[in-house]
């Protein structure tokens, strides 16, 4: 039986980033997962209060997760997101800022705190989630859609630096799945994006979950700067 991994997943307790941390503890790894309140998250891993808007909040949330296990981060999960969807000319600042603040600036904060660990293992996992919409775009998402598509560069950039040391950099880019983002839209929208999904359905957030589960794995250790699409076939590979 190989050593349990530390892994940290931001956004953990619910959601696309709980089936993730889900995935992890099933596999037998040491799971923390962060949430802005420090509650929450599935049975088996354990909780740390993280704002990823906040360097040093990041910094404490990985100094507990290698202080609880004894191992630096093995694998870190980048999903923490959020959306404040409106039209480009009634975008303030404020709205475009806050996204690309949690979901580029947050998961880059993230995978800067996590290399110094991994630079010391030899080895590890960066994965980004980023979204259909950071390839396609998205009405009413330019903030979402720029801070996503921002994950690719950072992906790449990473793996371009640290490929040689066995450190791998990934984006798991998922299309329409159901979780409290998505329940929170009409449900006549909801319906029209179900309706140009390919595989004409939303999936569950496990579907991600096993994706980036094998993104972390041994057999994935050659896939770096990828973008993998979890999207039912909307994006088309982009
Ligand atoms: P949810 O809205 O269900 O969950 C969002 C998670 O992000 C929560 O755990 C939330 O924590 C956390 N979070 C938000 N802001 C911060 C912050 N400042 N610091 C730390 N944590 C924060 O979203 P999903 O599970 O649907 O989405 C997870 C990821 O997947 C996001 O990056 C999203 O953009 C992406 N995605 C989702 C898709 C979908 O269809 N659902 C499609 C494509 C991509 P808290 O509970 O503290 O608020």
Aim: proline share 4%.
């Amino acid at each position: 039986m190989p050593q349990p991994r530390t892994v940290l997943v931001t956004g953990g307790n619910r959601g696309i980033g709980k089936a993730i941390a889900e995935a992890f503890v099933a596999g037998g790894d040491d799971v923390v997962v962060t949430s802005r309140s420090g509650s929450g998250g599935p049975e088996g891993a354990t909780v740390v209060a993280c704002d990823v808007t906040d360097t040093a909040s990041v910094d404490a949330a990985f100094a507990a997760a290698e202080e609880k296990f004894g191992r630096p981060v093995e694998v870190v999960v980048a999903n923490a997101g959020i959306t404040h969807d409106t039209l480009l000319m009634r975008m303030t600042d404020d709205d475009f800022d806050a996204v690309v603040e949690t979901n580029l600036t947050g998961a880059f904060r993230c995978a800067r705190r996590a290399t110094k660990g991994m630079i010391r293992l030899k080895r590890g996992r960066i994965i980004f989630v980023s979204s259909v919409v950071g390839l396609m775009g998205a009405p009413g998402q330019a903030n979402y859609g720029a801070s996503k598509a921002g994950l690719v560069g950072l992906a790449r950039s990473i793996t371009r630096e640290l490929g040689k040391r066995s450190i791998t950099a990934n984006v798991v880019a998922p299309g329409f799945i159901d979780t409290d983002m998505t329940r929170e839209l009409p449900e006549e929208q909801r319906k029209a994006y179900v309706d140009s999904v390919p595989a004409g359905r939303m999936a569950e957030a496990a579907e991600v979950a096993q994706v980036v589960h094998f993104i972390a794995s041994d057999a994935a250790s050659y896939i770096s700067g990828a973008v993998i699409p979890v999207d039912g076939g909307l994006g088309m590979g982009h």
